[in-house]
């Protein structure tokens, strides 16, 4: 059995990390050059890095923080936020970052997800698919983007099967109705992917006790399990989660 990883998320806004609830309310969470370092020493298998705020801004990522936590750390990093072209592509892989991740951009142009997967290979390549609760939908989600202000009347489990046909590796959905609330992964909209896909999926969104990254990959089947505030405001550490996950017999790397 491949081992679950562990993802800790830095969402970035104006050279710090922040955290809020539900996309909304941040508060400030510290230095991302540090937090990166605290947690690949911790233990992360993975890191994500998320400009919140690019798309919302209609900028681009700010390369300068993709270089300066990709030269403190060694694991994989995903970076995110105002990626829109195969230009924008290039540039954050050369910053340091391992892997892309993509929301509105893919949704507004499909073609730019086989585009960068026949470039970089589909490994590179992790579609973010933002999504709330709309019972008219035939999965009981809808797709949002814009840092989770629009709804787009799309079917999220949908569009991410549409993702991984045009050459995605990673689908990273987050529920716009658990983010930071520490209330747990929104399992049933986790599973609602993974089982529409044959590709890793990341459950991001609500992580706040121990059980619930257990419930995201025995319930939700997500193979990687991303969370920011419990890791951030040191609520639980990077060992703690792991040696739980083992502990319940899932296999994990110490």
């Known amino acids: 059995m491949e081992a679950i990883k ?56 700010r390369l300068e923080w993709v270089k300066k936590v990709a030269s403190v750390i060694s694991i994989p990093l995903t970076v995110g936020g105002g990626i829109g072209s195969l230009e924008d592509i290039d540039l954050v892989l050369e910053a340091g970052a391992n ?35 709309n019972s008219s939908m035939p999965s009981g989600f809808e797709l949002v983007v814009s840092g989770g202000t629009r709804p787009v009347g799309r079917d999220a489990a949908e569009w991410a099967r549409q993702c991984q046909e045009l050459g995605a590796g990673v689908i990273l959905p987050t529920s716009m109705d658990g983010d930071g609330t520490l209330a747990g992964y929104d399992i049933e909209f986790t599973r609602a992917i993974s089982e529409a896909v044959d590709l890793p999926v990341v459950a991001s969104g609500g992580a706040g006790q121990l059980e619930h990254f257990y419930e995201a990959v025995v319930q939700g089947g997500a193979r990687i399990v991303l969370a920011a505030s419990v890791f951030h405001f040191r609520t639980l550490s990077i060992r703690q989660v792991k040696e739980y996950l083992r502990d319940k017999g899932l296999a994990v790397n110490l």
Not at 100 to 119: F, H, Q, T
């Open 6 to 61: 562990v993802m800790p998320c830095l969402d970035m806004k104006e050279g710090r990390v922040v955290k809020g609830v539900h996309f909304v309310d941040l508060r400030d969470a510290g230095d991302p050059v540090e937090n990166a370092a605290f947690y690949e020493k911790e233990g992360a298998d993975e890191l994500a890095m998320l400009d919140i705020a690019a798309t919302l801004e209609n900028r681009k990522t």
């Open 99 to 133: 892997k892309i991740s993509m929301n509105s951009a893919a949704v507004k142009d499909p073609e730019l997800i086989s585009g960068a997967a026949r470039v970089h290979g589909p490994e590179k390549i992790t579609i973010a698919v933002d999504a709330r609760r």
